[in-house]
């Protein structure tokens, strides 16, 4: 998963056709660790997004924006709107994740 390190790069890629999964997490956050062991099988299936990671610690204004007040967070980009939120408290196992993105489909 690559990480978003500017607001251009962030407007730039949740801007696109294609739908955009952005994690916002932080390095002291011992749920997005967690998340970390689990996610990758999870992107491999759900291959019809890009994935990416933005540190929210890094871009606090960004989280205010979009709600984000729990971390780990998965949201849901497309032509720069926020579709859809999974929120921390519902981010902590794989199953849940996999609920979040099939609901979406």
């Not at 890094?58 to 924006?65: I, M, Q, R, T, Y």
């Not at 939120?85 to 849940?96: D, F, M, R, V, Y």
Request: charged share 25%; hydrophobic share 40%.
């Amino acid at each position: 998963m690559q990480e978003i390190t500017t607001i251009e790069q962030f407007t730039e890629l949740t801007s696109k056709e294609k739908p955009v999964i952005v994690k916002f997490f932080a390095g002291w956050c011992p749920d997005c660790t967690r998340m970390d062991m689990f996610i990758d099988p999870i992107i491999e299936e759900y291959n019809q997004y890009d994935w990416y990671s933005i540190n929210r610690d890094n871009f606090p204004d960004l989280a205010e924006k979009y709600q984000v007040m729990g971390i780990p967070s998965l949201l849901i980009f497309k032509n720069g709107e926020k579709l859809a939120h999974l929120h921390s408290a519902n981010a902590k196992t794989p199953a849940q994740v996999e609920e979040f993105l099939n609901a979406q489909a």
